[in-house]
């Protein structure tokens, strides 16, 4: 009986230190959580400043976002430019001067590649470029221009950046996502 009670102290003992040995380890490990979020919270804002902006990240803007981001995309190619109003802006969406001093204006066309841009917009910014007494007019778009848009951008000298010569301008001039998103 003697080595039934010495056993059953020594159960209590050992369960005793083992609630011991969790609770403590619950106490020293309740920041762990919190350290592991921060470290979570620093990996997001690392991957986001190492991420670019792509096309893809084009497609899911907004049409108002992708104004600014062309604004954004402009200045690091070495334009000096802002966005208009959004209504009301007699087809200038961005207007500025380039790198060369020229004043330009800037219709933005955020639209499905399937989507092509058509006459009106080029002739909203040939007529915006008459308005603001621009040098240049410019059509962005992350879709194409249709055939008859892209023949009068052509005979009335106004630049056109497509999709694949966005897709280019991305590749040279990359745009961190954190410096679009940032708050």
Not at 60 to 69: G, I, K, W
Not at 142 to 168: H, P
Request: charged share 20%; net charge neutral.
């Amino acid at each position: 009986m003697e080595g039934i009670g010495c056993l059953f102290m020594l159960f209590l003992l050992i369960i005793y230190g083992i609630s011991r040995l969790f609770s403590k380890n619950k106490k020293a490990s309740s920041p762990y959580p919190q350290q592991s979020l921060q470290t979570s919270e620093d990996s997001l804002k690392y991957q986001n400043a190492e991420r670019v902006i792509t096309i893809t990240d084009l497609d899911n803007m907004s049409p108002y976002e992708f104004e600014h981001f062309v604004a954004l995309l402009l200045r690091k190619r070495g334009y000096n430019v802002s966005t208009t109003q959004p209504t009301g802006d007699w087809g200038a969406d961005v207007i500025g001067t380039d790198p060369y001093g020229r004043k330009v204006v800037v219709q933005v066309k955020k639209y499905n590649p399937r989507h092509f841009v058509g006459l009106s917009a080029v002739q909203q910014v040939y007529t915006a470029k008459d308005l603001f007494e621009a040098d240049v007019a410019m059509i962005v778009t992350t879709s194409y221009l249709s055939y008859r848009a892209q023949g009068s951008a052509g005979q009335l000298k106004i630049q056109v950046i497509d999709r694949d010569i966005l897709i280019q301008w991305l590749a040279e001039t990359p745009v961190a996502y954190y410096e679009f998103y940032k708050t």
